[in-house]
């Protein structure tokens, strides 16, 4: 992606931050739910990664600042890596890291934006890896970035950064706003609504 249609895409996501802004809406999570299985074995490799407590729970102000660092980083993060997959780059089903010499798959790209997000001073509280199914039945991993103004969705395969409803996935579950070792449920309302409808 060129310079020039980088800088777009940011001005474009920044002007409409206030109307994605006003669906104030925040994902529901139910219970303590299982840590997939490559986040643990990243959580052995770099401790630190899993052991950041947060005591408040509040979500991140979102700013026209902090938006255009959000998208800053969306956009730096989706352009330098190239998407590769934990076979082809480690010769294993799967592997949770950050990109390796320009190259990572979805989980990769996440903690990347994550690692940035929080060196820029968002709370590891309001930056939580999420675990979703494409419409294809696909597993996928994003970034959800939990803010005064709802919860927004970072994702390789979308350059926009969307109100979590916006997306088409069937969301499963994500680390804890409290604890980046733990992982809970959520409960997508939107999927349960579908459900009615089609059963009526």
Request: hydrophobic fraction near 40%; glycine fraction near 6%.
């Amino acid at each position: 992606m060129g310079h020039k249609l980088k800088i777009l895409l940011s001005a474009v996501a920044l002007a409409l931050a206030p109307q994605m802004a006003s669906a104030n809406s925040y994902m529901l999570s139910k219970g303590r739910t299982t840590q997939p299985v490559g986040h643990y074995e990243f959580c052995q490799q770099i401790p630190v990664e899993c052991r950041q407590v947060t005591m408040e729970r509040q979500p991140v102000e979102l700013t026209r600042k902090l938006w255009a660092k959000i998208v800053d980083v969306n956009n730096l993060v989706n352009t330098m890596v190239t998407p590769r997959t934990d076979r082809e780059i480690w010769g294993i089903e799967e592997r949770w890291s950050y990109p390796v010499k320009g190259i990572g798959d979805c989980e990769d790209y996440v903690l990347e934006k994550r690692r940035l997000l929080m060196k820029a001073g968002i709370p590891a509280g309001n930056l939580l890896i999420t675990v979703v199914r494409q419409p294809n039945g696909d597993g996928h991993a994003v970034l959800t970035a939990r803010t005064s103004m709802g919860d927004f969705v970072l994702d390789n395969l979308e350059p926009r950064i969307l109100a979590w409803t916006d997306t088409e996935y069937r969301y499963l579950k994500r680390q804890s706003d409290q604890n980046s070792g733990v992982w809970v449920s959520i409960e997508d309302a939107r999927q349960m609504a579908v459900g009615s409808v089609r059963s009526n």
